[in-house]
């Protein structure tokens, strides 16, 4: 029975979109960084991440290809490049569906950037690599 399953929260597990050092330099520069950052003080192991990003932009529904990427173990208190995502994409909901075992359980969780949450009056400091960008936890 589905009651019978074991429902575990994911915790201590974060998405950050930073800005790279030549958009600091040139604004009109366009790609930034997207990362994983393990804030556990233990790795987890088979880490699938998929992302894709959808919406409506000036009148056109548009989606992006879903990118898959496979990390096998993340270390504890480590941050990972997941990959770069261009300016434009910023007026799309971009999501991130990370899945990964722990401690002998599966574990999943959706990360949205809803459109246009990826801006400077969003920035927090992001750990392990001491940038601003926007990070969901």
Same mark, same amino acid.
């Given at each position: 029975?589905?009651?019978? $399953?074991?429902?575990?929260?994911?915790?201590?597990?974060?998405?950050?979109?930073v800005?790279?050092?030549?958009?600091? $330099?040139?604004p009109?520069?366009?790609?930034?960084?997207?990362y994983?950052?393990?804030?556990?003080?233990?790795?987890?192991?088979?880490?699938?991440?998929?992302?894709?990003?959808y919406?409506?932009?000036?009148?056109?529904?548009?989606?992006?290809?879903?990118?898959?990427?496979?990390?096998?173990?993340?270390?504890?208190?480590?941050?990972?490049?997941i990959?770069?995502?261009?300016?434009?994409?910023?007026?799309?909901?971009?999501?991130?569906?990370?899945?990964?075992?722990?401690?002998?359980?599966?574990?999943?969780?959706?990360?949205?950037?809803?459109?246009?949450?990826?801006?400077?009056?969003?920035f927090?400091? $992001?750990?392990? $690599?001491?940038?601003?960008?926007?990070?969901?936890?």
């Amino acid at each position: 029975m589905k009651k019978d $399953i074991p429902q575990h929260k994911v915790e201590d597990l974060a998405i950050a979109v930073v800005p790279r050092e030549e958009v600091i $330099i040139n604004p009109e520069e366009d790609l930034w960084d997207t990362y994983i950052i393990n804030l556990k003080d233990e790795k987890i192991k088979s880490v699938l991440i998929a992302s894709h990003g959808y919406g409506e932009i000036e009148g056109e529904e548009i989606k992006t290809t879903t990118l898959r990427h496979f990390f096998e173990e993340i270390g504890a208190l480590e941050i990972l490049k997941i990959e770069p995502i261009q300016r434009k994409l910023f007026g799309l909901t971009n999501e991130y569906w990370v899945s990964f075992n722990f401690d002998g359980y599966m574990y999943d969780k959706k990360y949205v950037f809803v459109k246009g949450s990826i801006a400077e009056y969003n920035f927090t400091l $992001i750990p392990f $690599i001491n940038k601003k960008g926007v990070m969901i936890r």
